[in-house]
């Protein structure tokens, strides 16, 4: 394993341990078993390991959504919906603890926020990509007209991170099986209400 992989590990492990504001790059390069004067030839600063953490678990849920609009009208949109819930699931479970510790930060999480503005990025852009994709089906018949595409995918989405709010909250692990039961009746019950 690469020493900037092992540095990243170590952060989650120490954030994990003892929350954002207790997390030191001493502690942290201790865990990775490297100076910290190696942390820092990989990382600019605390904030920038730790945004770098968040990205190394968005890429998976992001080639997941950045697929959705080229999905639409291909298998079925409780496929499609499925593909992306499972990833949301996956990607809130494993960022719960450090999005959660970047709220007792302040001044880091405005920092983060400017950041993401002045990108244009940010975590309401997974609710829009999904809001597009239930749009461009509802254009081509698969989904009822006259519902609010953004509605739809603030209910998915929203249920997702809940759900893995409660698992982090009740220390709880969940089986593979058990998420995709999870996903399969959530999805069961939304689509009960957009099927044409």
């Known amino acids: 394993m690469e020493l900037r992989d092992r540095i990243l590990n170590a952060a ?40 770098q953490l968040m990205k190394s678990h968005l890429s998976g849920y992001l080639a997941v959504l950045l697929k959705l609009p080229g999905r639409k009208g291909t298998r079925t949109v409780e496929d499609n919906l499925q593909e992306t819930a499972l990833a949301a699931l996956d990607f809130f479970h494993l960022t719960m603890v450090m999005t959660a510790s970047m709220f007792t930060e302040p001044d880091f999480l405005a920092r983060h926020r400017q950041n993401f503005q002045q990108r244009n990025e940010g975590p309401h852009r997974s609710n829009e990509i999904v809001a597009s994709y239930i749009l461009a089906e509802q254009k081509l018949g698969r989904v009822k007209a006259g519902l609010n595409p953004r509605s739809v995918a603030d209910l998915l989405l929203g249920a997702c991170f809940q759900h893995a709010f409660h698992l982090q909250f009740l220390g709880e692990d969940e089986l593979e099986e058990a998420r995709k039961q999870f996903v399969e009746n959530v999805l069961q019950a939304l689509l009960q209400g957009i099927s044409p």
């Open 12 to 51: 989650e492990q120490v954030i994990r341990t003892n929350g954002l504001s207790k997390t030191t790059t001493k502690e942290i390069a201790r865990i990775a078993n490297c100076s910290e004067g190696s942390l820092y030839n990989h990382f600019e600063s605390k904030e920038d390991l730790i945004i």
